[in-house]
């Protein structure tokens, strides 16, 4: 569970839309000087994203909830790759939860950020995290997973570091990945053992054709805790400390 301070509520949704669109309208059309005014929603649920866009690029971004609109400027330069939701029934209210996971990339494309808003509706609760994203092999591989309900897989930049003699690898190389699912304290690492049998024979696969010793070795520690996680236990302690979430913000309300 994470829970951030509140804080006071941001400016009225209808003054930001409204500076919004003036800025789009006195900047040019979006043929003209590619400004464009993007709003994501979630269909049942009081959550929307609203993103002022420049040439694909996002200029600024906020996130409107009942509880008010909050700013999201870690997006900035950033544009949307990737819209996933899960509406899975967490409480006891009988209405679908929400965990939406949307993926944004730099420029460059090699970095990145996921944006993970979470919603429960028996109570309304909200919660938003972000967590650092890169390219990695996992992009190149034909990885076909079948991911319940309610499950999200978050991909981490880097494999982590399970000895001394490993350096702290990005980029074209396998990493660890993590189910995150919703509960009633929020979202979080959740082990889905069904997922983990299906990575872990990836793995295996990937590291007997490593010709690289040390990137091997590490290989075959991560497809080891895949194999724990399979079981539904917990991981190493170098794979638990690579799980870096920055909590944003909770908010709840009548």
Same mark, same amino acid.
């Given at each position: ?17 409204? !500076?919004? +669109?003036?800025?789009? @309208? /006195? ?6 000087? *590619? &400004?464009? $005014?993007?709003?994501?929603? #979630? ?91 890169? !390219?990695? +092999?996992?992009?190149? @591989? /034909?990885?076909?997973?079948?991911i319940p309900e *309610? &499950?999200? $897989?978050?991909?981490?930049? #880097? ?79 170098e794979a638990l ?14």
């Amino acid at each position: 569970m994470f829970l951030c301070p509140l804080s006071p509520p941001g400016r009225g949704f209808s003054l930001l839309l409204f !500076a919004l +669109l003036f800025s789009v @309208l /006195s900047e040019g059309t979006p043929a003209q000087g *590619g &400004t464009n $005014l993007h709003i994501l929603s #979630a269909p049942g649920h009081p959550l929307s994203i609203l993103l002022d866009e420049r040439d694909g690029l996002i200029r600024s971004a906020y996130l409107r909830s009942p509880a008010g609109t909050e700013p999201l400027d870690s997006l900035k330069g950033h544009r949307l790759v990737r819209d996933h939701r899960s509406t899975p029934y967490i409480d006891a209210d009988w209405k679908p939860d929400l965990l939406w996971q949307l993926s944004f990339a730099q420029d460059d494309a090699k970095r990145g950020v996921d944006l993970w808003i979470a919603y429960l509706s028996g109570r309304p609760r909200l919660w938003v995290a972000e967590s650092p994203t890169a !390219a990695t +092999l996992w992009d190149a @591989l /034909s990885l076909n997973v079948d991911i319940p309900e *309610g &499950t999200a $897989l978050y991909v981490s930049p #880097a494999l982590p570091r399970y000895s001394d003699e490993e350096p702290t690898r990005e980029g074209r190389t396998l990493s660890f990945i993590y189910t995150v699912g919703l509960t009633p304290d929020g979202p979080g690492f959740t082990i889905v053992p069904a997922i983990y049998r299906q990575l872990q024979e990836i793995t295996l696969l990937v590291a007997q054709a490593e010709g690289d010793e040390v990137l091997r070795r590490g290989y075959d520690s991560l497809a080891k805790d895949f194999g724990t996680m399979s079981k539904g236990q917990h991981p190493s302690a170098e794979a638990l400390s690579s799980f870096t979430w920055k909590k944003l913000l909770y908010r709840e309300w009548p």
